[in-house]
């Protein structure tokens, strides 16, 4: 009998907790659906009225001035890097609500003025901020307040891209890479189901693709995908390297950060005239569409790696992921032909690959490929994303993201001297005997 009552008490515990999530994930998804299609919508808005009124790139050092003032003057701490969310989420902190409306506008501004950006980093930091402060209002615990940030971050990410599933699991693995925290898996989930379903009622259009090829997987083939996925982990590793080593050049040649900027804003210019195109500001969502049919120029992938370095790198703000899919889109559209395989499915491999090499998200980056194009040739985008997994090695786009686990063997990883290094066998031992 007893047994039995320990039983039941559990079952009402567990029902309990239950509810309680579910509530406050379809809180959470009322809350980042919205704030994620108005920001998604904003977006658009800007990207199409600069297309429109070409002049507006000329303002662009000036819309730089103003983001470095708002974040030096309101901000001075975080910087608005989507790092902040991951300090805020490992160490249970919540940040500040003037984060939001910082880099809601600040992004909106970069886009409008031609920038080169993206837009999910920023749903990230906006979506984890807006919850963090709720679950502070709703005086939840700190480890709760972890979770709803987690819950705001899925939120946001899915109304914004339309990818509920990877934008779950991109929430549940990418701040500590090989530890998923399952217990956020139902909220976040519900969240993103919600956020998403909000933010197309709104009449924010979901970003998928109709992949017009498929091969079959058989070994020619795959090989074929291998090597596609080492070259995609060579080029994400570059393009890390590339958005951390333009900050610091910028700091040594333009100490001040407003001139920095202006700087930053002068050179966008000079390349867009010197190009004679527009395709590398902005989010460059076109170009990605074009690359998906089959189409895409060389060096297009070069041109907007440049573009988003120096537009992050000076102090515009905005995300890397769109900039990620770009990349991966075109280059994998070019590299694919000389291998063998459809153009088409090169930059949609290119765009998964590329994403979880620059994130270490594998799993997400799997969903991505689902969501986004259907299944279509799935078994091949899981391999693609593996293979580039791990050879990407502990290259990230967040210096914040921490790695738990080597990627080459079943073994643990430390940091020293800045740098993630695969613990020796004795060493591993210490650390089990000490925990």
Request: include cysteine; charged fraction near 10%.
């Amino acid at each position: 009998m007893a047994t039995m009552q320990q039983h039941l008490r559990s079952a009402a515990h567990y029902l309990a907790v239950c509810a309680k999530w579910l509530a406050l994930a379809v809180l959470a998804g009322c809350v980042t659906g919205p704030l994620g299609a108005a920001f998604g919508l904003a977006l658009n808005w800007a990207n199409a009225t600069r297309a429109a009124q070409s002049w507006l790139l000329y303002l662009l050092p000036v819309g730089g001035l103003v983001i470095v003032f708002l974040y030096r003057h309101f901000d001075p701490d975080g910087g608005g890097s989507t790092n902040q969310v991951f300090v805020a989420v490992r160490e249970r902190k919540v940040l500040t609500l003037r984060t939001a409306p910082l880099i809601f506008f600040s992004t909106v501004v970069t886009h409008l003025l031609g920038g080169s950006s993206g837009r999910e980093g920023a749903a990230l930091l906006l979506g984890g901020s807006v919850l963090g402060q709720l679950g502070q209002k709703l005086h939840l615990s700190r480890q709760d307040c972890r979770q709803m940030t987690m819950c705001g971050m899925a939120g946001a990410f899915s109304a914004i891209f339309g990818t509920p599933l990877a934008a779950t699991v991109f929430t549940l693995e990418v701040v500590d890479v090989g530890a998923m925290q399952y217990a956020a898996l139902l909220p976040c989930l519900v969240s993103a189901l919600v956020g998403v379903w909000i933010s197309r009622t709104m009449g924010l259009a979901p970003t998928a693709f109709a992949l017009d090829a498929a091969v079959d997987a058989d070994p020619l083939n795959l090989a074929r995908v291998v090597v596609l996925g080492a070259l995609l982990a060579a080029l994400s590793i570059l393009f890390c390297e590339l958005l951390h080593t333009a900050p610091k050049l910028y700091a040594r040649f333009f100490p001040n950060p407003y001139l920095r900027v202006v700087a930053g804003g002068v050179l966008l210019i000079a390349l867009t005239t010197l190009l004679d195109t527009t395709d590398y500001n902005g989010a460059g969502s076109a170009v990605i569409a074009a690359a998906i049919a089959g189409q895409a120029l060389p060096w297009a992938f070069v041109c907007k790696m440049l573009f988003t370095a120096l537009t992050l790198g000076c102090g515009f703000k905005g995300g890397e992921i769109v900039p990620i899919f770009f990349t991966g889109a075109t280059f994998g559209c070019v590299a694919a032909p000389l291998l063998g395989l459809p153009a088409p499915l090169g930059a949609a491999l290119g765009m998964a690959a590329l994403f979880c090499g620059c994130t270490n998200s594998p799993l997400a980056s799997i969903c991505l490929g689902l969501e986004v194009f259907g299944g279509q040739c799935l078994p091949l985008f899981a391999l693609v994303c593996a293979v580039s997994y791990m050879l990407s090695s502990y290259f990230s786009l967040y210096h914040e993201q921490h790695f738990l686990h080597s990627k080459l063997r079943i073994a643990g990883v430390q940091r020293l001297h800045d740098h993630w290094v695969e613990a020796e066998p004795e060493e591993e031992n210490e650390l089990s005997a000490g925990k």
